[in-house]
């Protein structure tokens, strides 16, 4: 392999798209409510989400070779410290420089937004961090699906749509919820794919607590959930929000597949396949919002 996608494989651009989702549907319903979009903003917020993002994939990817978690036996993807591709040291400097290029790009926002976002910005890059490092390591516990609710969903959503707008509200944060939930079902079908391995080096995660039988029922509750959500609150925009129950046969579709599955390579097809249904519903989603007749809450720009 060219030195070029052993670096493209080592991000995970499979899964990229749980932090750029979010930057779009904040924008989008920013204006919605008060028709503010700042194109400028919109990079910024992007390449910031994203360097975090990336930065976090490549400590895992260090981190868990050290710790003993990514060996030979995994059933997942190939990661680049395990096969040797790139040093551990390697992987770390370029997480420490995507870290840096989104604390870089946080000075703007910081700018834009005020002591909230230098707040939320320092929290996020430190939470990448401890993803995976400092002594008592978040994907290492059972809170690995709560930490990418909160950051993928609530943080990023609702930051995103308060750069924009300058301004926060419930329904915001609910949707956020929606796109959250199922970027979590996806790292949780990562912890349930990997549980052996994990338990072998200490890397107790919520299926470990939960068991797998119970995991099962978690994904479906983490599938579903925005589909009923979109029921509560399409009368707040109209019947367009209801657009991503298009994607609803595809999320039926893949909690029965995971019933059906062994514990084999065959998780990582439904992990990439969750991460597609999270991004077409989100897409859909954005679109619904587009199409709803426009707030006149807020000034045009």
Known sequence: MTRFHIWWLAIRPKTLSISITPVLLGSV????SH????LLSFSVILLAAVAIQIGTNLYNDAADYEKGADTETRLGPQRAAQQGWLSAAQIKKAAFISFVMAFIAGIYLVYLGGVAIIFLGLLSILCGYAYTGGPKP???????ELFVLLFFGFAAVGGTYYLQSQSINTATLLLASSIGSLAAAILLINNYRDLEGDEQVSKLTLVHYSGRAAARKIYTAMLIYPYILLGCLWPEYSLWLL????SLPAAI???FYLYSLEISAELNKLLARTALLQLVYTLLLSLGIWLSPLSDSGPAL
Do not use: E, K, R, T
């Not at 319903?29 to 919605?32: A, M, T």
């Not at 028709?35 to 700042?38: D, E, G, L, P």
């Not at 978040?138 to 690995?144: D, K, M, R």
């Not at 657009?243 to 298009?246: C, N, V």
């Open 29 to 32: 319903l920013s204006w919605h």
């Open 35 to 38: 028709q503010q979009f700042s």
């Open 138 to 144: 978040i994907a290492y516990s059972p809170f690995g």
């Open 243 to 246: 657009l991503p129950l298009f």
């Open 253 to 255: 579709a893949l909690i």
